[in-house]
């Protein structure tokens, strides 16, 4: 491959590592799951559910309608594959990659366990919760909340102070996740959850962040020094950078060029994955979660695809410029626009409170993204569509979605 790449380039090396360079299957299935979760090496978890949970919607970009039941069982059942840790924020990883984020853990240890700290105020707490578990095994915050109550002699403890020792302790890497009850966390003692070679198993800190690079340059396919330490948040640049200088020594990486990507008006250095493939042409067609890797660390995106995104959920409705929460739309290998869905359940409608397009866009992306919003309807299970009026993609939609009704609304 060459030495120095185009942006239009970059952008299909890019999409290629994230598996948008390969057309959907028919019935995507735990293979499928499994082999775009390998791509990623991560899920963001977001509380956000106004159209569907974050985790669930970058495998449907990949993959389309598959069945999210299937994807539960990946990560809920009692053995789970995936479990939740702090990898790129709260996120699903594969449970034999628990030990890779143990440098981790033991910097949130000691960060907020220090004396002093407010964990080092309630160690009381926290060893009761941990004795709770141990006897009784996975638990809701509620029933530990009912027990706690109930143990105590004199004042109850606060709720916020259980919840706290207990969020403190997933942190620590004492507590994982045994599933979730609608979105509410089961908590249980590690190895409770995860089987004794994976916890048995520690990775020195070089050799954890030194893996972690090597994964998050495959999943970016060429990628920037802070591209690379974003998607696995690791704040460590001299680690970062040496663990880049032995892998491009191992023969991994190599150094490119992307034209147009700059610091302070000098070329910025970037790294090639030795597996990243450069396709002729990528024809996806996608809407984003706005915690899909593609598009997670807005620098990158506005380097890739000259697009400047913002979630609006905190701010204020009269100054919403795009919507509530709008979701990028991926047409060939551009971002082109932008679309803010609301599963209307009561009704069974998926609403397009907004819809815009950004530059570039093609004459054949709305009936594109018309398909893809039918598409995310039926995987939503819901029978209807409504198309608002606000945006200036919406009545190109409306004329592609003759099914659709219209509604009203300014402002979200």
């Known amino acids: 491959m060459k030495d120095t790449l185009s942006i239009p380039e970059a952008r299909r090396v890019t999409l290629a590592a994230q598996g948008f360079g390969q057309p959907r299957p028919s019935a995507p299935g735990t293979r499928q799951l499994n082999l775009a979760m390998a791509r990623m090496g991560t899920l963001q978890i977001d509380s956000v559910n106004v159209f569907a949970r974050s985790h669930y919607v970058p495998l449907f970009s990949r993959l389309g309608a598959y069945d999210t039941a299937t994807l539960d069982r990946l990560l809920f059942s009692r053995r789970p594959a995936y479990v939740e840790s702090w990898a790129h924020v709260a996120a699903f990883i ?94 249980a003692l590690a190895e409770q959850v995860l089987p004794a070679d994976v916890l048995d198993r520690p990775v020195p800190r070089a050799e954890a962040i030194r893996e972690l690079v090597r994964r998050a340059a495959r999943a970016s396919g060429v990628a920037t020094a802070s591209d690379i330490a974003d998607y696995w ?31 302070a008006g000098r070329p910025a250095q970037a790294w090639l994955h030795r597996d990243a493939t450069l396709p002729r042409r990528i024809d996806a067609t996608a809407i984003l979660t706005p915690f899909d890797p593609v598009v997670w660390f807005r620098d990158r995106a506005a380097r890739l695809f000259d697009f400047d995104y913002r979630i609006e959920i905190y701010t204020p409705a009269p100054k919403r410029r795009f919507g509530y929460y709008s979701l990028p739309v991926l047409i060939g290998d551009d971002i082109v626009g932008r679309v803010d869905l609301k599963a209307d359940r009561a009704s069974s409608t998926l609403l397009v409170q907004s819809a815009w397009w950004e530059h570039g866009v093609g004459a054949d992306a709305a009936a594109r993204l018309a398909d893809e919003i039918r598409l995310a309807a039926s995987w939503q299970g819901l029978s209807s569509l409504s198309v608002s009026h606000w945006g200036d993609a919406t009545d190109d939609l409306a004329d592609t979605l003759p099914e659709a009704r219209r509604h009203d609304l300014t402002r979200r």
């Open 94 to 187: 594969p449970a034999a990659d628990w030990s890779l984020f143990q440098f981790r853990r033991d910097d949130l240890r000691a960060r907020y366990a220090k004396p002093g700290s407010w964990f080092d105020g309630h160690r009381d707490i926290a060893e009761w919760v941990l004795a709770e578990l141990a006897r009784r095994g996975p638990l809701r915050p509620a029933e530990i909340d009912h027990d706690a109550k109930r143990a105590r002699r004199g004042p109850w403890w606060d709720w916020d102070v259980v919840k706290n020792a207990l969020e403190h302790l997933f942190l620590f890497g004492e507590v994982a996740i045994a599933g979730r009850r609608g979105f509410e966390r089961r908590y």
């Open 233 to 263: 948040r690791i704040k460590d640049r001299a680690a970062v950078l040496s663990s880049l200088h032995d892998l491009v020594d191992a023969g991994e990486l190599r150094p490119v060029t992307v034209a147009g990507w700059s610091v």
